[in-house]
């Protein structure tokens, strides 16, 4: 890595700091990175005669942030940038190995509404969703409102592509299984080889429900439209980093769980480098004193668990802090049949929204009840409502907290 990498006019302020951050991890005179400061300039920020060449010959594609966790952040990248990422974190993990993206088959199911090189909500066909061994599911806004016709042809679609790999935005597959249980679709679900995850976060019980039905680990993905693929779980549920031209640091947030914000550094995209980008996501590690320390592309990770977005945390009435990742686990312990939830939070109520399958209606929600007043004590109200469906967010993705 060089400090050229960087030579973009947003960190021109900082060039003589760089090559102490570069080769000595010493972050002290570089301020932390967030979507406000790229945002505020775009694409001026970024512009360098690359880019320039980039634009005008056409070789540069255009993408947005989901926008689901603060600000829409603009991307200029090199087409083709996304399919590498999944090359590399494919290649990295064990459990991929017989699976290659120039001989085999994708199918690709998540939203239709913001995909980073296509859009497929005017409902193009079979073939017109096919690109480069890829298959596009997906041709509606909003999958709770699939019908049994959506949900014949994705199974129909499934059976004839015989795609090697399924990727999957979790909530959506979770959508698509419990509908075809619904409409009784006789047909025997078409298994692939492999099933990777990604687009959101997947709550325990999504992942039970998909591994129990098709009998496959799922891989889960973790990395942002802007950042590329960062880690990969393997079967085991460790995992495994996709480390190539990025450095990682913690920054505290709650040290006696051993949660971090994690910071990036990254020049994957050489036409928009991030120095120092805090995330906005919190990850726990293994006991250490981490929060000196900066990892370099070939460094592991000591990651335990990802708790989700600092900005979803709940601060109790004595000033606990419970995170995405804790309201998962209560699920996961209390509430196995929940397959889709999501807690809104008032300044004097906190109401939960919970589906199930319609076996599972009667459920009994006491102990989650109760856990979420224990949380929360006495400064709001706590009552628990079944939904036959909770919809997405304008991105196309499921907000767990509100």
């Not at 996709?242 to 947030?253: F, I, K, S, V």
């Not at 990254?266 to 036409?271: A, E, M, R, Y």
């Not at 590690?285 to 370099?296: I, L, Q, Y």
Request: some cysteine; overall charge negative; glycine content about 6%.
């Amino acid at each position: 890595m060089s400090i050229e990498h960087f030579q973009v006019p947003l960190y021109q302020p900082l060039m003589k700091s760089l090559e102490s951050f570069f080769e000595a991890g010493d972050c002290t005179a570089i301020p932390l990175l967030n979507k406000k400061e790229i945002i505020s300039g775009f694409p001026g920020n970024f512009m360098t005669q690359a880019m320039r060449i980039g634009i005008e010959g056409g070789d540069v594609e255009f993408a947005n942030t989901s926008g689901s966790s603060s600000q829409i952040l603009q991307i200029i990248r090199y087409k083709g940038w996304w399919g590498r990422e999944f090359q590399r974190a494919y290649q990295r993990v064990a459990d991929m190995v017989g699976y290659s993206m120039e001989h085999d088959r994708k199918a690709v199911l998540t939203t239709a509404a913001c995909s980073a090189t296509s859009c497929f909500l005017d409902d193009p066909d079979y073939q017109q969703r096919i690109h480069n061994g890829v298959l596009s599911l997906n041709t509606h806004p909003d999958p709770t409102r699939w019908t049994r016709t959506d949900i014949q042809r994705i199974d129909a679609e499934l059976r004839m592509f015989a795609p090697k790999l399924l990727e999957i935005d979790p909530t959506y597959l979770a959508l698509f299984l419990a509908k075809r249980a619904e409409y009784r679709i006789a047909e025997p679900l078409y298994i692939p080889d492999f099933i990777a995850a990604s687009y959101e976060y997947m709550t325990l019980n999504v992942r039970r429900l998909i591994e129990s039905a098709y009998g496959l680990p799922v891989l889960s993905m973790y990395g942002s439209t802007e950042l590329g693929v960062l880690f990969m779980q393997d079967s085991s549920a460790s995992f495994v980093r996709c480390g190539h031209d990025t450095l990682l640091e913690l920054r505290p947030y709650q040290a006696g769980r051993n949660l971090f914000e994690l910071i990036v550094t990254s020049w994957k995209n050489p036409l928009m480098p991030l120095l120092r980008y805090a995330t906005g996501d919190l990850v726990e590690v293994a006991p250490g004193d981490w929060s000196n320390r900066v990892f370099g592309a070939m460094d592991e990770v000591p990651l335990l668990k990802l708790h989700g977005r600092i900005r979803d945390c709940m601060v109790t009435d004595a000033g606990e802090i419970r995170t995405l990742a804790d309201l998962d686990e209560l699920f996961a312990v209390s509430a196995p049949w929940a397959r889709q939830y999501q807690l809104q939070i008032a300044e004097h109520k906190v109401t939960l929204f919970y589906v199930t399958d319609a076996q599972q209606r009667d459920a009994d929600m006491s102990t989650v009840e109760r856990t979420l007043r224990g949380w929360f004590g006495r400064s709001r109200t706590v009552q628990a409502m079944a939904v036959p469906s909770i919809a997405p967010e304008a991105s196309g993705k499921f907000a767990i907290v509100r």
